[in-house]
């Protein structure tokens, strides 16, 4: 396992080349999550459903191609699988540009691109989170994580109001060019990384055929539905996303179309609210050691459903300020919760888990908690449509309020310090039993 520099990994060249990438990526991704649903709204004149069914296609791969997308991982050198990645998320982007610019535009196509972007993200992001292991030791990985939230944070203030900026001065098509920019920044960094990583460990005798993806996807099943602290970790944040999905769907259509909000309010709104994340990537550290890492991840679970509840209720013809206020109040909220919970949850999968399971492991709990986010959306968009778009955000905020339950009512709660590192040797068999490997 790579160690980390004595005197810090912020300044070792290979993280900081890794959290440089991360950074100029989740900026142009904020501008994109804002640009694309407004392509959407505003060009396209998509209907409530037809602009849910974005979350319901850029999500749709993680539970297609979650699982073999972690077998794909274990086998391979995880850098240059973020590398090809970033470089494909770059040219399918770029085509939404093109297309306004030619006149050929169609909501088809934003669907065929973000289902694209979504295959290529979930190699990605099964890679990267399998990938900071190797860059920093086992007991410093609760704070990369955060440093790397610091980025997601400091982009969801910057990104969404540079998008409202960019969707009012240049058109919402053209803004997502600077995501299709970010990807190839992001890929120039990887590519800067000269820290030599690991090879991939060889599951069978020389000569020999390997296990099978079919028994190597039901390992990583095995070992998150065997643990204690995995599957639990895993039925709150899917319950949290799918009912989140179902909310955030129609939050755009809800926004524009009944309170009347323009993109340069919303992005402001957004901007704002996003200052929590930034305040809970630098308290993420702090809260867990004060109240533990599973108290912790008890407390910021299932809170933004609280917040969605008084953006749910506020009367069509609210002023302006006000709605920006409540918009902002959701997403600061949120953003403090949802950060500190995912350092905390991250950081123990992270170390409770062998290297040689890391990207199963991390690609059937993306499989379970991200593969909600399609239904969801299917879900947000069939609601609005039928109950309307005020009632599904209600219906959503309901259904996040009880993510808390699993872990409420498991082993988590009980975890004070990050576990130490497992036995790699016992635990590569993906036998573990319920809490086998939490000391």
Known sequence: MAQAHRGGFGSEPSFARLWT?????????????L????????????????????????????????????VWVDRLRRRPVMIAGDLGRAVALATIPV??????????????VGFIVGVLTVFFDVAYQSYLPSVVARDQLQEGNAKLEISRAGAF??????AGVLIGVLRAPLAVALDALSFLGSALF?????????????HREKGQPGPGMRREMAEGLRYVLGHAYLKNIAACTATANLSGTIATSVMLVYAVRELGMMAQAIGLAFSIGATGALLGAF???RVSTRLGVGPTIIAFAGVGGLVLLPLALVPAGTSMPVLVALVALFGFVTGVSTVVYN????????????????GRMNATMRWFVWGTIPIGGLLGGVLGSVLGVREAILIGALGEMASILPVLFSP???????????DEAAASSAKTSEGDSST
Do not use: H, K, W
């Open 157 to 162: 203030v910057v990104g969404p109001g540079l």
């Open 99 to 112: 297309a306004f610019l030619l006149g050929v535009l169609t909501i088809v196509q934003i669907y065929v």
């Open 21 to 33: 990438a991360e950074t100029i990526s989740q900026l142009g991704t904020q501008v994109s999550e």
């Open 35 to 70: 640009a694309i649903p407004f392509v959407a709204i505003e060009i396209l004149q998509a209907s409530i459903f037809q602009v849910a069914l974005l979350n319901v296609v850029d999500f749709l791969p993680f539970l297609l191609i979650g699982l073999p997308a972690g």
């Open 190 to 202: 990887l590519l800067l990384i000269r820290r030599p990583e690991p090879a991939p460990e060889v």
């Open 283 to 285: 308290l993420a550290n």
């Open 412 to 422: 988590v709660r009980a975890i004070r310090e990050m576990p130490a590192p497992v």
């Open 343 to 358: 350092v905390a949850q991250v950081s123990l999968r992270q170390a409770i888990t062998p290297t040689q399971m890391q």
